[in-house]
């Protein structure tokens, strides 16, 4: 069993660079989940881990073995494939061993292996059949059969859950994750959906454009995004975010007010910022609340009431268009003005490089 | 009536190739019944009297059982021209597919060339003497194989980009190097134009006439279609033996296209839509 590390790896095609440089450290048994929008490299730089593209430059490490000209074969790695990539002139059976009759395992370890792997995955009584027979969940049970049953140092998955439906969606994650917690070994996993990466991952690497954004856990993420990429990536509705300009600097907070907002002051990390700096607000959708004397006032747009909560679209003085999540159900008019208030410890204040200015520990405590 | 308005140009259709088809496989048949008098006519008759048997006696030991000769020659010209055939095609289909290089675009230019441009027999001779191949079956092999694989080729690189590249990647990943991923995961999944491939050829190089003349002299080297020759001369001809000659080996390229029939309409239009 074994952990990974990525050290300043590179991935050019030509001219083109995709992967700029990544860092990054898997301890044995974590759960990691790349995320990120599309084309941001997230494949390829697992893809780069399984051996199935060339490193231009950099180093990686499977356990304490440098990878980087290994075959994917001797990598200890397994890979699920967003289309299963099932073999489908073979029965599940000879799907799930053929990785051990590559290896020429003896035909009886073979066969308890792959009964071994049918059995966690609960899917003995499917053996006999091919995968043109099988319904989606099913072949993605046997996809991830065919990777357990080789006990791998490292799974990899690329996108496993994009073609099933919502419903077995969830059945599933919880699957992988009841399958990581039992097996203990460390899984690399790439999609796009927030709500799987959130849930499933011990670690999130966020990426954009072939740079690693941030490393972090699912709440440090939510809570403490490094920059406006990720604050705008993590968490669902997405961030809203205002130009404001600096008013006064205080000890760990900042008074800040805009076109859209009267002054309002807000902790912040202070050093380097002065009055007058244009900078950036984020407050998340579900820290906002609707108030009478509120600081930010908006027309409605659009409501979207689903009972426990009500979704409002809103448009500013400035026409930047905000999403607000109200707790339980709410009337409200389309076209009526709506003011909003919210915590100030809730705001993130971004400075004009678009890197977060976090207040420092202490002030969080006062 | 409303039958007859409906469907009269499809049944019209169907007698038209019917006639077409027919006619001269039953002109064939009823020959190879005759004697030779009645066959010199040429005419379109009904045989008098029953003289199959004997044809067929006489057309197979003639010249020392040479029609034997010629089955099993053509047998293993056939069986290892295509072997090899749809093994290479398969190869250079899945490389020319999955690696893309510079020069793939004048290999794709050199395949094309190779159904375009007409072989060139004396150049051909004259190479297979330097290497002592010239009447030889597997020379002839050789040649069979370089005249076809062109139009292989192409049958099996447009199935191939049908095959999804992960399919590949799951196989390397699970351990297969590049033998065991063509031979254990692709060949397999090719198996529709394969047959297509088999039949095309094989019924191709059996029924080849021209390249067996040219390259594979001597009566212990004739294939089937050069015991035609068996029967004609310059000055007489035996028409019931060179019919009877003509529905032995007509049969088995049919008994192979009736097999595969359904296949072969499967196999050409494979990876045309995806299914």
């Given amino acids: 069993m074994a952990g990974l590390e990525l050290k300043s790896l590179r991935k050019s095609y030509g001219e083109v660079e995709v992967i700029k440089g990544v860092d990054l450290s898997v301890e044995h048994g974590e759960f990691v989940v790349f995320v990120g929008p599309s084309g941001c490299g997230k494949s390829t730089l697992l893809r780069m881990i399984a051996g199935l593209e060339d490193i231009s430059g950099g180093e990686l490490f499977i356990g304490d073995k440098l990878c980087n000209a290994v075959e994917p074969r001797d990598r200890g790695i397994a890979m699920v494939f967003q289309s299963y990539a099932l073999y489908p002139h073979m029965t599940v059976y000879d799907n799930v061993g053929f990785g051990l009759k590559l290896a020429k395992t003896p035909k009886d370890e073979r066969d308890r292996k792959i009964r071994e792997a049918a059995r966690i995955l609960q899917m003995e009584h499917l053996l006999d059949r091919k995968p043109g027979q099988l319904s989606g969940g099913q072949r993605q049970r046997v996809a991830i059969g065919r990777a357990i049953v080789r006990k791998p140092e490292v799974f990899l998955f690329d996108e496993p859950l994009s073609n099933l439906d919502a419903a077995l969606r969830v059945d599933m994650r919880m ?181 977060a200015r976090h207040p420092a520990p202490q002030a969080l405590g006062e | 009536m409303t039958l007859i308005r409906r469907y009269w140009l499809s049944a019209l259709a169907i007698i038209f190739s019917g006639i077409v088809f027919l006619v001269p496989f039953s002109f064939i048949i009823l020959m190879a019944f005759k004697d030779r008098t009645q066959a010199q006519l040429l005419d379109f008759s009904w045989p008098q009297g029953m003289h199959l048997w004997s044809n067929i006696v006489e057309v197979v030991t003639t010249r020392n059982w040479m029609l034997l000769t010629a089955f099993i020659n053509s047998t293993i010209l056939t069986v290892a021209s295509v072997t090899l055939l749809v093994i290479f095609a398969a190869m250079v289909g899945f490389v020319l597919q999955r690696r893309k290089t510079r020069f793939n675009g004048l290999i794709e230019f050199l395949i094309l060339a190779g159904l375009m441009i007409p072989p060139a027999v004396v150049p051909t001779i004259w190479l297979l003497q330097g290497i002592g191949l010239f009447g030889k079956l597997h020379g002839m092999v050789l040649v069979e194989i370089a005249y076809s694989l062109p139009f292989s080729i192409l049958l099996y690189r447009a199935f191939i980009a049908t095959i999804p590249r992960e399919m590949d990647e799951a196989a390397i990943i699970d351990g297969a190097r590049p033998l065991d991923v063509f031979f254990r995961i692709v060949l397999p999944l090719l198996w529709p134009v394969t047959v297509t491939n088999i039949v095309v050829q094989s019924v191709a190089i059996f029924n080849d006439f021209t390249n067996p003349l040219y390259y594979l002299p001597g009566n212990a080297n004739a294939t089937v279609q050069l015991t035609l020759y068996n029967f004609q001369s310059q000055f007489q001809t035996s028409y019931n033996l060179l019919f009877t000659n003509i529905a032995l080996i007509t049969i088995p390229p049919l008994i192979v296209f009736l097999f595969f029939n359904r296949q072969i309409v499967a196999g050409m239009t494979a990876g045309a839509v995806k299914g």
């Fill in chain 1, 175 to 355: 699957e992988l994750s009841k399958l990581h917690h039992n097996l203990g070994a460390t899984m690399v996993y790439v999609t796009h959906d927030q709500v799987e990466a959130m849930t499933l991952a011990d670690k999130i690497v966020v990426l954009n454009a072939g740079v690693v954004q941030q490393v972090g856990s699912p709440i440090e993420l939510y809570q403490c995004p490094a920059n406006l990429f990720v604050a705008g990536f993590i968490g669902s509705p997405k961030m809203n975010f205002v130009p404001v300009t600096i008013e006064s600097v205080g000890a760990g907070t900042v008074t800040i007010v805009g076109k859209d907002m009267s002054p309002i002051t807000v902790p912040a990390q202070t050093s380097g910022l002065q009055p007058g700096d244009e900078v950036t607000l984020g407050i998340r959708p579900h820290a906002l609340d609707a108030s009478q004397s509120g600081a930010i006032v908006g027309r409605v747009q659009l409501v979207e009431r689903l009972g426990n909560e009500t979704i409002v679209s809103l448009q500013l003085p400035s026409k930047a268009d905000w999403l607000v999540v109200l707790d339980g159900d709410r009337q409200l008019r389309i076209g009526n003005s709506l003011a909003l208030d919210f915590a100030p410890a809730s705001a993130i204040i971004f400075d004009s490089s678009g890197l």
